[in-house]
């Protein structure tokens, strides 16, 4: 099986996304993801890294790096703009960025507390300056992640998440973690999952959103996905963007997912139904 970008959906039956380019891995084409040993499904990496890999934790990556206009700092609940770039290792700021999941960069923002997440997307100007303004709302410690594919001298695409810590000035009462728990509410929703995700075990996660009681059987596609999962790592802040089978599962939305470690990770649930996006929030601890 072929891999030829960061967001090809290989086979019949599942896809994984693992990394958001950190890794990958396709199943394969013919094996029911219902009767297939999901520790058989061969992986597939880039850049060096394996499955389960995590990312977000630098300023650099394979010879790119990012590089903020002035130094990220910011008042509590005070807009400001927020403008970086993405250097090459020739000292060049990037200006081929490869789409992927309809935008060519994914700015993911949240405190490290994991609360306030933030999923955006800034402009890219002529000289490959990306720029978003930029509201972070109390004060402590922001990941500021940019995610994103670009392609190496050789052309060869490059999927990176980089990520730069922002501050807010104040008193930084970090929040707890709310307890583990498989049913989340939001906007009226009511999302519940399936599935138990285990380290190094490429397992299905299936989520249901419900509305009144009812299963919501007709979700909308949001960037090209009937869903997006960010996975953040307590402790490290360690960052899996991953994405679902390509059709709905039943009206569901299956994810494929290989916990890098075990530890107490914070799910973050995107979805869209009647034009607008809501997301759904999860603690799980992995085993
Ligand atoms: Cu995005």
Redesign the pocket.
Known sequence: MVLKGPFVAAGLVAALLLGFGIARATAPAATPAATSDPTTIPSHSHGGAVLGDLGGFSLSGAGFTLVPAAPPTFEAGVPRPFAFKIVGADGRAVTKFVPN???L????AIKHDLSGFQ???PELAADGTWSIPLTLPSPGIWRLYS?FVTLDPAGQQVPLALSIDATVAGNYSPLALPAAARTADVDGFTVTYEGTPKVNATQPLTFRVFSGGSPVTDLEKY?AAYG?LVVIRDGDLGYLHVHPEDQLVGGAVKFWLSAPSPGRYRMFFEFQKGGAVHRAEFTVDIQ
């Open positions: 999941h309809d935008k960069l994914h700015f993911i999923h955006r997307h995610d960037l997006h």
